[in-house]
């Protein structure tokens, strides 16, 4: 134990428990161990922050966490809907990870996903009813992802041409995109005077996976091929060993050639279309119509699925399910605590995993 000097040549006292805290834990840390570490610690800070807030309510916390685990693993609906929540918040997740891998914070996968869904109802529309599904499902899911694509290469065209701030052009841009939605919506798609467009084609229809009823639909094999993906030119490729590089210290990957500004515009395209993929979990999987608002709030908590994967693929995947699960487990418990409560823990999670970086850099270093 290391000791601090003492005022006025006293006897040194031992260092503040904040201090020796972390020495007491210390481990050599390998890079996948301290994305681990930082990930538990920010889960579990998050539980502790969540458990303070349901007793503020007036509730015992670990009766709620109960009712919340065994009322969503004994129901198969509320089972099949963390699943279906998961798969929109795997593929914002992963669009998210991407661009943080490269050094940006895409926090327009809102605006991207909105894209995506008005652009897949639009051309599943468009298809006439007798197009098979082997033509219909892939081109929904080319445009969508093409529109998806569409706004992050202006997030990433700025970015490199002028030196526009990610954060700020994409919060714009989601702004931009939501007004042109509900322009489309109430001028070519909406019918009925609702808020519902034309169903798609049969054939661009996802099949549900029959779970409970639930809006559990096949296009979670789209989340899984693209984390496959993800995971493979991350992990084994010469292009994501550059993205990764500009990421960590763009003027090292300059000094060996890259071009910095290519690779932004490129990785906030492959960003965009990820997130315009989710639109298949909402528009062929479940709703089969556009709808005004039609996954709101998924690109958003994109974010938080991102930082508790801390980037990797597999965590992003971890991360989706849990906060999958946190969204279907609300309902299990809606007539216990308040579902306020519930929808603040996404963001409780993004806070905790940011405290908790500066924490196991410490742990690290002692």
């Known amino acids: 134990m290391t000791a601090r000097p ?7 006292g031992p260092d ?25 610690i920010g889960l579990l800070a998050s539980i502790a922050i969540g458990s303070v807030l349901m007793l503020i309510a007036g509730k015992a916390p670990g009766q709620v966490w109960w009712a919340m685990l065994s009322g969503t693993v004994s129901d198969p609906s509320l089972l099949g809907q963390a699943l279906y929540k998961a798969t929109g918040l795997a ?8 661009a ?23 051309v599943g529309t468009a298809l006439p009813a007798a197009t098979p599904a082997a033509i219909a499902v892939p081109v929904c899911l080319i445009a969508a992802a093409a529109a998806g694509a569409l706004i992050g290469s202006v997030i990433g065209v ?10 700020i052009t994409s919060f714009m841009l989601n702004a931009i995109v939501s007004g042109l939605a509900l322009f489309l919506g109430n001028r070519v798609m909406f019918r009925n005077g609702t808020t519902t467009g034309a169903p798609i084609a049969p054939g661009a229809e996802l099949p549900h996976l029959g779970i409970g009823g639930s809006s559990a639909n096949a296009s979670i094999l789209v989340a899984v091929l693209a984390v496959a993906v ?54 062929m999987g479940n709703k089969h119509a556009f ?4 996954g709101r709030g998924t690109g958003f908590t ?35 605590v308040p579902k306020e409560l519930v929808e603040m823990l996404p963001g409780v999670v993004v806070l905790a995993v940011a405290a908790a970086v500066p924490l196991v850099r410490r742990m690290e270093a002692a």
């Open 6 to 12: 003492a005022p006025g040549g006293a006897a040194p």
């Open 16 to 40: 503040p428990l904040w201090v020796r805290l972390p020495q007491a834990f210390r481990i050599p840390f390998s890079g996948m161990r301290r994305e681990i570490a930082t990930a538990v």
């Open 91 to 98: 593929l914002t997740g992963l669009a998210v990870a991407l």
């Open 100 to 122: 943080l891998d490269a050094g940006l914070f895409n926090i327009g996968a809102e605006g991207q996903l909105t894209a995506g869904v008005v652009v897949c109802a639009l």
């Open 158 to 167: 700025m970015k490199a041409a002028r030196g526009a701030h990610e954060v």
């Open 230 to 283: 993800v995971w493979w030119l991350r992990a084994r490729s010469t292009w994501g060993r550059t993205w990764r590089a500009v990421g960590q210290s763009p003027d090292a990957a300059r000094t060996t050639g890259t071009s910095i500004g290519k690779v932004q515009v490129l990785v906030m395209i492959g960003s965009g279309a990820l997130a315009g993929l989710a639109a298949a979990n909402f528009v």
């Open 291 to 294: 709808e005004e608002g039609l």
């Open 302 to 336: 994109g974010v938080a699925v991102a930082l508790l994967g801390r980037m990797h693929p597999v965590g992003v995947v971890i991360a989706a399910l849990l906060l999958g699960f946190l969204s279907s487990g609300g309902v299990a418990v809606s007539d216990v």
